[in-house]
């Protein structure tokens, strides 16, 4: 059982770092211990500069195992290791310090005649390589040890692990060793080895927790090795990942198209279905089409073929793309996804040189780049008809929550500005019409014709057959009609400041902006902003489904899936082109699982802001409406993945509709959504032969032109183990694998999704030890360089609100995390899952960059103020012992105990630390796709919990918070270990 958790804010003690500890032998297990007299205990003063255990943090380290240790060589630390001359390690084992290239080195020895020590022994050492994802030295391939091997017995993982730090020792790739807390493995009465004579009030060394991997080190090292510079996609081709999405790089398309749109699980594909059902690694892509690309990087090239539009293969239909292979002189071309050979069109012919390739290759963006985008013609048109330029609708409930809120009065004061802000492809006005609508009970339209004095509302009362009053006069150019637009948003909160109506209507409003899209022969978005539970009776109605009771059960899944006639109108508006964005202002339950399942379907987003009130969530909400209206989007788009022979696209993952197999479909897509496609196999492929992969996204522009976006990928593929482990993306896994669980989620109770991922991500790490680690030390659990963090990945997802159900956090917030973490892109993914720990002393001090650090309260201080945030909050946390000074700078107050934890931004004071602070806060909500509310929270006082919960590889702090990260490693490496034995 673990103790509450302290509170933070103290320095722990002086770890065990600068000890190394040894494998046990190979042969251990099969004799019994040595006398107790042959070991002796080290001298009591090698204990004596440790303190006693700090009160800090939210789960303390757990201790190390009760084997002895040796001191390593001086450079594996920065502090010199206690005398320990009278204990000479024994003959068995080596460790080695980081060579220059950043790698640990590992070497196996022979082994000598030590005292056999316990299988539970846990080695925890820094054997990995430190660079990016697969990027390290190319694995050998090996075999597991021989059948019948002792792996300890079950039961591992109940209590705090007790730990050795050292390094692994193997012929293998760099990998990270561990292995499960000491335990006494010994006749009845012997104890694990010499600890058992040393005095009782000896105090058991820990950890240090700076030794086990963790994402900011491997992000700084990938920044290192990669930031600044210019990645080429052909790299893609070799095997190798690209660089982190955290990394900032330059990308130069060489023929696979920009990591930013699309990446793959894995680099090298695996050649056999039965390699996959093996290792049990998730082979598939995630896609982000609609991605912006810096101002540093070539935009994407415009393809116009004329009236015949793009070339396709005449069997798969795939695009011309850079590895589509010319013969016949160029007469015909072979397909790269289906190997068909096609007839080139007279019109695009071209003679062949020397070496086989087109002579025009390089006035054809389509053989040179991996992304291009063909202008599609009429028949790529619904009914053969050009579309017309899209139309946003603006419908708005004003409800007496609302009005007394000041939400409508926010609104009307701002929506011109918000409207300026529309988006456009070049630099003349925006061709986006808008219209507006208001609603309770019944809905109002506007007549806002450019002609009119005063705008007109037309009122429409039956609900059960919505249409729209009027068309001419209701979707109008801003720039032609402002006057009007104006002169309508000082009336209305006018008109509805004696509304008493508290009931309020939802599905006719969707319909009503529907039938209006409709009625124009347009595309477009719909803006809704609601307050809560649509109850009137009639087309949509909800009632109040939430039973506590159920939360945490098996029967929880079932609030999670939507009721009601809603799928249906979202698959109407799909069909349509039309999408919703969805703006919530509850004061209670208001089924997010149901109104929300709307938005994701069309392709829209939801906004949430609990308990609204505008002095503190006013600026919020006008900063996500502009840059939900700004945001550069497509409109009725429809993508399909091809890939070459021997496999297929599955299963799909994330916000849009599919009437069919293959066709995915949205209403709306915008740059900050990514869909997750599952790949699998359905014949054996060729060693070292590519594997292609085509996605094709039709849409309609802004300016109503329908494009055509083609993603073009090819990947290595091959039969060998330390091939398919070297080319793992971790952070696309990790994306994939959490939008995968977020579907999994409306099926499956969280007890079955903990037990299923843990044993996915066990058999994962058991296949590489059997196949790429086999002269290992069987005790240690070995974690491929690629897939080190994949653990720690793992376990802050099962701990994520989306996820679990914490009785702290409302049903309605876990599905509308939910719903946000099945959309997200791979950047987004990796700050909500492991959110950003900042010390605010160097900004302080002396204006630097923060201090990121790991999300863990070991080392927090009670005199620091940090600053965390996971893309959907910001919490900024003061010590109590906070310099009075700093505090009066942020919040302009004499001491810790006057801060206004109330305050919804910091004060604008006149000192450069509240303009550095102020300046962080500000970066953090331009890298984000909507603006992070703002906490300020004081150690010890009841809100410390927000700050505490996002300190993920803590132990939460209550039974349904989840177990440390630590414990979670142990409780895999037992999984590990019943799979290889």
Known sequence: THPPPPPLGTHPPPTMSTQSTYPPPPSMGTHPPPPMSTHHPPPMSTQSTHPPPPPLGTHPPPTMSTQSTYPPPPSMGT???????????????????????????????????SPPVSTNEMNIGPGMNTGPFGMGTRPQGRNMGPPGMNMGPPGMGT???????????????????????????????????????????????????????????????????????VYHTSQSSTGFPPPLVTTKFTVQDNGNCSPRFMRATLYTVPCSKDLISQCRIPLGIVIQPFTTLPLSENSIYVVDHGVNGPIRCNRCKAYMN?????????????????????????????????????????????LLYGTVEYIATKDYCKEGNLPNPPAYIFMIDVSILNIQTGLINLLAQTMLSVLNSLPR???????????????????????????????????????????????????????????????????????????????????????????????????????????????????????????????????????????????????????????VELFLFPTDYCDIATLSNLAITTGGETHL?????????????????????????????????????GIRAVTFYGGFFM???????????????????????????????????????????????????????????????????????????????????????????????RSSLTHQCAVILACYRKHCSKQSPPGQLILPDSLKLLPMYIGCL??????????????????????????????QSVSYLYPRLMNLGPVISNGSKPEIMRCTGQKIEDSGIYLIENGLMIVLWIGQHASNTIINELFGVASHSQIDTHLHSLPALDNQTSFHVRAIVTQLNDERSNYMKLLIVKQREKSEIIFRRLLKEDKGSGPWEGISYIDYLCQLHKEIREILS
């Open 609 to 645: 802001y609990n308990n609204f009130q505008t002095p503190v969530d006013g600026e919020r909400l006008i900063a996500d409406l502009r840059k939900s209206v700004s945001r550069q989007t497509g409109f009725d788009a429809v993508m399909r993945v091809r890939c070459s022979s």
């Open 798 to 827: 099962l701990k994520s609100d989306a996820i679990l159900s914490p009785p702290i956090v409302p049903f309605d917030e876990k599905c509308y995390q939910l719903h946000k973490l099945l959309t997200m892109n791979l950047n």
């Open 425 to 579: 492809e070049t630099d003349q006005n925006t061709s986006i019409r808008v219209g507006f609508v208001t609603y309770d009970r019944v809905l109002h339209f506007y007549n806002v014709k450019e002609n009119l004095v005063q705008p007109q509302m037309m009122v429409v009362t039956d609900l059960n057959d919505v249409f729209v009053p009027l068309v001419d006069g209701f979707l109008v150019n801003i720039h032609e009609s402002r006057s009007v637009i104006e002169n309508l948003m000082s009336q209305i909160p006018d008109m509805f400041a004696d509304n008493k109506t508290s009931e309020v209507v939802f599905e006719p409003v969707v319909r009503a902006g529907l039938e209006a899209l409709k009625a124009a022969k347009c595309n477009g978005r719909l803006f809704i902003f609601h307050s809560n539970l649509p109850t009137v009776s009639g087309p949509g109605q909800l009632k109040s489904r939430l039973d506590m009771k159920l939360l945490g059960t098996d029967k929880e899944k079932n609030l999670l899936s939507p009721v009601g006639s809603y799928s249906k109108l979202a698959e109407e508006c799909v069909k349509s082109g039309v999408g």
């Open 159 to 229: 209590r705090p692990p007790g730990m050795n730090v050292g390094s692994s020792m193997g012929t293998g790739p760099p990998g990270m060793s561990m292995g499960p807390p000491g335990m006494n493995m010994g006749p009845p009465g012997i104890g694990p080895g010499p600890v058992q004579s040393q005095p009782a009030s000896r105090q058991t060394p820990r950890i240090d927790p700076d030794m086990m991997p963790n994402p900011i080190a491997l992000m700084k090292d990938n920044e290192d090795k990669f930031g600044g510079d």
């Open 79 to 113: 502090h010199p290791p206690p005398p320990m001359s009278t204990h000479p390690p024994p003959p068995m084992s080596t460790h080695y310090p980081p060579s220059m290239n950043g790698q640990y080195l590992e070497r196996p020895l022979t082994v000598g005649t």
């Open 322 to 366: 850079p590895y589509s292979h010319f013969v016949d002189g160029g007469r015909q071309y072979l397909c790269p996804i289906c190997q068909c050979t096609n007839e080139v069109p007279p019109e695009y012919f071209s003679h062949l040189d020397h070496t086989g390739r087109r002579t025009d290759v390089l006035q054809r963006p389509e």
């Open 659 to 753: 009437n069919n197999t293959t066709d995915i479909e949205f209403g709306n897509i915008s740059c900050d959504k990514s869909v997750a496609v599952e790949i699998k196999h359905d014949d054996s492929m060729k060693d070292d032969t590519p594997a292609y992969i085509q996605v094709a996204l039709l849409y309609t522009t802004v300016n109503g032109e329908r494009r055509l976006r083609v993603h073009n990928l090819a990947l290595k593929c091959s039969s060998k183990f330390p091939d398919i482990y070297q080319s793992c993306a971790l952070d696309t896994i990790i994306n994939f694998i959490s939008k995968s669980v977020c579907s999994a989620s409306l099926n499956m109770s969280y007890k079955d999704i």
